[in-house]
Structures are given as C-alpha cells and as structure tokens.
C-alpha cells in the first residue's frame, strides 16, 4: 500500500472527538495495518493530542467488533515509531514529544508528495506543468 491509504483515515476525526465507530475497513489489507493507519494518521492530523490516552485494547477492540490481539498488533508499530508510549499494565498514550510528531508529519507528507508528482511525471507531465497544475489546485 502506498501513503494514499492515509487520505481515508483523517476523515474519522470529527472536532475534538474522536469518533472511533466511523472507522471503516475493507479486505484489501490486514485489519491491524488498517488499524495502524487509522492510529498514526489521527496523531499526525492532531484529532489526537500529544499525551492523550489511547483507547484500552479491550475497550477499541468491543467497539469495533475485533479481537483484541488485533488491536494489540496495531498498537504495536505506533509503539515502535515513537507515536505511541506503552507501558506494561498501563494505558498507552499518545507521546507528548510534540517535535518527533511533527518531524513524523512532514516525512509522511514528504512521501505523500514523492508518490503523487511520481504518478503524475509517469502521465507524461512536465515539471512546468505540474507546478500550473498545483498552483491552480491551491487556489481553490
């Protein structure tokens, strides 16, 4: 999958509320990818803030009707990438290390950017072209 799956997820964030019943997922990928995406993209957005607690494992995994070593699994690389703080026995939280989300944000942002002007170059586009074709996207 490619960083347009991310697109999707943002849409979950309502406001301030997290709105973790409108969380949708389809077969094209494992459940607790999807359930990464759906993680990282709603601390990157901000719908999560730095520090916030995450949803218990249990608790997610009821709502959405999954086992909760599925939602364990997802929990995991937001752990490893620094998104995430977990401690044994404890709730896991949002890390409150503002910097390291927002280094994570433009590098995901980066990538987003990379895969898009690749695609377009590989429809025949100048680069002359494709800056027409954002300037006139940014104007609208």
Request: charged residues 25%; contains cysteine; glycine residues 6%.
């Amino acid at each position: 999958k490619t960083s347009h799956e991310l697109i999707g997820k943002i849409k979950a964030c309502k406001g301030e509320n997290m709105d973790y019943s409108e969380w949708r997922f389809d077969g094209e990928s494992p459940i607790y990818i999807q359930l990464y995406h759906y993680l990282r993209c709603s601390i990157l957005s901000g719908c999560m803030k730095p520090g916030e607690p995450l949803p218990s494992v249990r608790w997610l995994a009821s709502l959405l009707h999954f086992n909760a070593n599925t939602v364990a699994r997802a929990y995991n690389p937001t752990s490893k990438d620094g998104l995430v703080e977990m401690s044994r026995g404890k709730a896991g939280r949002v890390t409150s290390n503002s910097t390291l989300i927002h280094a994570e944000r433009q590098r995901a942002v980066k990538n987003l950017c990379s895969e898009l002007l690749e695609t377009i170059k590989s429809l025949g586009f100048s680069k002359e072209e494709i800056l027409v074709l954002i300037e006139e996207a940014t104007k609208t």
